[in-house]
C-alpha cells in the first residue's frame, strides 16, 4: 500500500507563489504516473498536471504556464510550483499515484493511489 502525504498548502494573495510537495511511501521511479488534483466544493476532482515515468509532463489549459510538476526519484517525492496564483485556483489540492504501465492522463480512474489533500487559497 502505497501512502501520499502532501504539504505546502496555505493561504496566499493573487500573483503569489507556493511550492506543494507530496511525500512517497514508495519508490517514485517505478511509478509510471504521478499527477496533482485539485477539487472545490460543489465541483468534480480535476487533474491539473501530470508526470509521466520517463519524464513527460501535461498540464490542464487553466495552469499552463503559471504551475511546473516535477519529481525527485531520490526524496520520492512530487512537487507542483505554483506561480501567479488566483482566486480561482483556490481549492484542495490532492497529489495521485499509480505504477499500471501506459499514458497517464488526468482520468481519476487512471490513479489508484491519493494523498489526503492540502488546501490552497488565494485571496484577492
Known amino acids: 500500500q502505497v501512502h501520499l502525504v502532501e504539504s505546502g498548502g496555505g493561504s496566499v494573495q493573487a500573483g503569489g507563489s507556493l511550492r506543494l510537495s507530496c511525500a512517497a511511501s514508495?519508490?517514485?521511479?517505478?511509478?509510471?504516473?504521478m499527477g496533482w488534483f485539485r477539487q472545490t466544493p460543489g465541483k468534480e476532482r480535476e487533474g491539473i498536471a501530470n508526470?509521466?515515468?520517463?519524464?513527460?509532463?501535461s498540464y490542464a489549459d487553466s495552469v499552463k504556464g503559471r504551475f511546473t510538476i516535477s519529481k525527485d526519484n531520490a526524496k520520492n517525492a512530487l512537487y507542483l510550483q505554483m506561480s501567479s496564483l488566483k482566486p480561482e485556483d483556490t481549492a484542495i489540492y490532492y497529489c495521485?499515484?499509480?505504477?499500471?504501465?501506459?499514458?497517464?492522463?488526468?482520468?481519476?480512474?487512471?490513479?489508484?493511489?491519493w494523498g489526503q489533500g492540502t488546501q490552497v487559497t488565494v485571496s484577492s
Open positions: 495521485a499515484a499509480d505504477y499500471r504501465p501506459g499514458a497517464c492522463g488526468s482520468s481519476l480512474a487512471r490513479y489508484n493511489y
Open positions: 514508495e519508490s517514485t521511479y517505478s511509478m509510471y504516473c
Open positions: 508526470i509521466h515515468r520517463f519524464g513527460s509532463t
